[in-house]
């Protein structure tokens, strides 16, 4: 499998430390240090739906493709305000695309395990071209007058079209239940038989163990993947790691020994959005041409469960309209 074309969206609000200080007992002191967060973008007059189309729109647009080439929609969601139809459903009249869809919840690894499934179909012949969208709005599963969780999401959307050729040649996921880590439940309706109440809770988080779960997992994914690729550090060209927390990415780094130039980042922009933050950083760096012909790539991202999920792929340049 290899990727043909990327796309993403984030929302136009800007919402700067100094903003939540303004209401939330922080300061851009505290945020900035320990996260690496500076500003976020907020869905406030635009919808997810929204950021989900021109994410997917973008990506389609730059494969070459038309919609009607794509086979199958792979959407990466956590929540948004249906829970049926999916997202997926949701999107793909208005994508004009007219194939099977389904969302996939691997909170933030979603984007790597949909890349996953997709790989599974291409190689069985159950689909040529796929279209996977991660879209996520966490800034709604937040009690905003919790700092310690309210100050690090920010929404977006990525998508990524992906066909049959030389690109991904590892996956490695796992999972495993730590369910009470990192936790967003809603209310279900009560029945005559199950009346067990059930209350919305927003986000509830240990961050301390989740980013020591994201440490250690993410360091035993990478070290798999080199191992068992015959791959040291410094035969990777780019790092791209899920965007959670800056102290997380570097303490990747330092295990690995390589240069920060290897570890891109947009975190200072857009805080962590979930799915969606890995494929914002893949099309951004891919627009910008830094992502070159034949580049190695590992990407490695974690989640809620506790979820991992994490690839190693030869890059295929995307040339965006621009002449070969
Ligand atoms: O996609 C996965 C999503 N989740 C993650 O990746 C989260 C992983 N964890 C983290 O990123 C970090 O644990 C946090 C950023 C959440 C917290 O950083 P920390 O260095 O682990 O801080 P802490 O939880 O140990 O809290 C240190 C202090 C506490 O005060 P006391 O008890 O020492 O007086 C907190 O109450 O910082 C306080 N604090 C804050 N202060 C100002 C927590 N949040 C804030 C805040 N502003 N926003």
Redo the contacts with the bound molecule.
């Keep these: 499998m290899r990727i043909i074309g990327t796309g993403s969206a984030l929302p136009e609000k800007v919402v700067t430390n100094d903003m939540l200080a303004g209401f939330?007992?922080?300061?851009d002191n505290?945020?900035t240090t320990?996260?690496g967060i500076r500003t976020r973008r907020l869905l406030s007059t635009e919808t997810l739906r929204e950021l989900a189309l021109e994410a997917a729109k973008k990506a389609i647009a730059s494969s070459g493709l038309t919609p009607a080439d794509i086979d199958y929609l792979i959407c990466s969601n956590v929540a948004n305000s249906y829970v049926s139809p999916s997202l997926g459903s949701i999107i793909l009249g208005q994508l004009g695309c007219c194939c099977p869809t389904f969302d996939m919840n691997g909170a933030?690894a979603g984007l790597v395990y949909s890349l996953d499934v997709a790989d599974a179909f291409l190689k069985t012949g159950r689909a040529r071209n796929i279209l996977v969208v991660a879209a996520e709005q966490p800034s709604r599963f937040c009690d905003w007058h919790d700092?310690?969780t309210s100050?690090?999401f920010g929404d977006g959307a990525s998508a990524l079209v992906v066909t049959g050729g030389e690109g991904f040649f590892d996956f490695r996921l796992t999972g495993n239940t730590h369910t009470d880590v990192?936790y967003y439940k809603r209310s279900l309706e009560p029945t005559p038989y199950d009346r067990v109440e059930e209350r919305t809770q927003p986000l509830v988080?240990e961050?301390?163990e989740?980013?020591r779960l994201?440490v250690e997992s993410c360091i035993e994914d990478v070290d798999v993947l080199l191992e068992r690729n015959g791959l040291k550090g410094e035969d990777i060209d780019l790092f791209l790691l899920?965007q959670?927390?800056m102290r997380?990415i570097e303490c990747i780094r330092q295990h690995l020994e390589q240069p920060k130039e290897k570890f891109p980042t947009n975190i200072q922009k857009y805080g962590?959005t979930?799915s969606a933050s890995v494929g914002i950083l893949i099309d951004e760096l891919s627009r910008a041409g830094v992502l070159k012909e034949g580049a190695t790539i590992l990407i490695s991202t974690?989640?809620?469960g506790f979820v991992t999920a994490a690839a190693l792929l030869k890059w295929s340049e995307i040339l965006y309209g621009k002449e070969a």
Excluded at 24 to 27: A, G, H
């Design positions: 939330l007992d922080t300061s505290w945020i320990r996260t933030c700092r310690s100050v690090l990192m988080m961050g301390r989740v980013f994201a899920h959670a927390n997380i962590n979930s974690f989640g809620g």
